[in-house]
């Protein structure tokens, strides 16, 4: 008997809807995988401008064309602020790019803890270029609940990077308080967490909500921006967040060569904020305009 769905060959378009009246749209090429698995569906297709294209339940996480943008402004805005990150760990980032980042600086060691243990085949299989980070000395791929598994692990961390889906299913948990918590507890000194926490445009309460705990759990936490052009809707936010590291005091930078977004000049700049997400943050209350919608998805 059939255990997966077969491939649906016959798809022309893949839309994913990032709010109920507008999205984005790609022309499918080929269907390389597309199978459910316990989590979610897994579908990796391809597109004539961004190449492949790995979507979770119809939603896109990362493309051949555009990751770079995303994976480097996670990992190396913390990663270049760490004198000597030594341990490191990601959590979610089954499609390996974080990853890829994290063992281009020299690190002892790199965890790397998804929920989906199917992403991971998927991406291996699909994304060729990842294949060499994945069979790298230095990384432990676990196949686990970050949220458990951060309970449960007796080691300490450098940097800690949180790669997520949107707060929806089981990442719902790593966008809650209490994990941030446990984060913070499992930090060396003078360590630092960066996470990934949705759409500048889309996302604003979400932002304010979580920044108000934020700022009460770390003694620096620091929103920062990057574009990521298939993401909703262009501009993406990520968490700063530290007991020790404040991103504007920080003199030295360790950047790997060859990086094709992040440089010396993009981190500061990075940190600066617009107007109306800078007055909504230092009003550190979430609920004052309509309340968040469900993230990404269709109508
Ligand atoms: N940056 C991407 C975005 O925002 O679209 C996320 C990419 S990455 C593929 C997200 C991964 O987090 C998925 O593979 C998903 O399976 C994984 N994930 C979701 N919840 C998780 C959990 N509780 N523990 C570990 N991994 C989780």
Redesign the pocket.
Known sequence: MKTTRALNTKKTEAREFQTRASGIFFTVKDVLYDKRSK??RIEIIRNKDYGRV?L?DG????TERDEFY?HEMLVHPAMSSHPRPAKVLI?????GGALREVVKLPVKKAWL????GQ?IEACREHFPWLRRTFKDARAELVV????VFIDKVRETFDVILV????PV???T??HQEAFYRKLKAKLNPGGIVAA?AGSLMLHLDSHARKSAFLRRIFRHASLYLGPVPT?PVGTWCYDFLSDKVAPAKVRTLYIPDGLRYFNREVYPAAFALPNFLAERLAKGKWGLSRPARKPRGGP
Do not use: C, H, W
């Open positions: 989590f979610q790995l979770l939603l896109v996480q990362t995303y959590i979610g980032g089954g499609d803890v998804e929920i989906d992403v686990a609940d970050g949220n790669d997520s889906s949107d299913g089981p990442s948990v790593l990934q993401y």
